[in-house]
């Protein structure tokens, strides 16, 4: 079987998935794709080229290149809708190995900084386009980012339905009007005829 330099990113994505970042050596890569060093050396001029790229790999893969497509949306909530559904599809296990190796490697922090901002953006930016009240807009895109990083860091069972299911209740609350914040709760029960 001949195997082609995506191959390596992919299965880079399994052993990021499987054992986590620390976890992530040539010698399991090759044992996996069942390859040597040398074709390994082949594509890449070094381990740590090889990381480097497999983390701009995932960047592009996962999330750029997703985010390129959904701008081409014009609708916002068809554009939300296709945000939620690229949520769902990602490899969750991988990208949580990518977090956590992210603790302890600069550059992998950058990257996976650069994401959440990238990825926090066209949400913000898509809910802006739905609601006029910026606050609004921003508390749903915080809220998505935390939904799926928690999702990614819960030891929990996958359950993809649920986070499906979760994620279109979160979008139904563009449309729903704002409660009212503690403050004004407080007035409204203190006295109703304000």
Not at 78 to 101: M, P, T, Y
Not at 112 to 130: F, G, K, M, P, T
Request: one cysteine or more.
């Amino acid at each position: 079987m001949a195997v082609a330099r995506s191959d390596y990113f992919a299965v880079g994505y399994e052993v990021l998935a499987d054992a986590g970042y620390l976890g992530l050596k040539l010698a399991e890569v090759c044992r996996r794709l069942g390859v040597t060093t040398g074709s390994f050396y082949h594509f890449f001029p070094s381990w740590t080229h090889y990381r480097r790229e497999l983390v701009e790999h995932w960047k592009t893969e996962a999330t750029t290149s997703q985010l390129a497509l959904a701008r081409t949306e014009p609708d916002p909530s068809r554009r939300i809708a296709q945000l939620a559904r690229v949520a769902v599809g990602l490899n969750h296990r991988a990208e949580a190995g990518f977090r956590a190796w992210s603790s302890t490697d600069t550059e992998v922090r950058a990257t996976q900084v650069e994401v959440d901002a990238l990825r926090h953006q066209i949400v913000l930016d898509s809910a802006l386009e739905i609601t006029a009240d910026p606050q609004k807009a921003k508390q749903f895109a915080d809220t998505a980012v935390y939904l799926l990083v928690g999702y990614e860091q819960a030891t929990l069972a996958p359950d993809v339905a649920g986070l499906e299911s979760i994620l279109a209740e979160l979008i139904s609350t563009l449309d729903a009007p704002r409660p009212p914040g503690p403050a004004v709760a407080k007035r409204t029960r203190a006295n109703p005829q304000k």
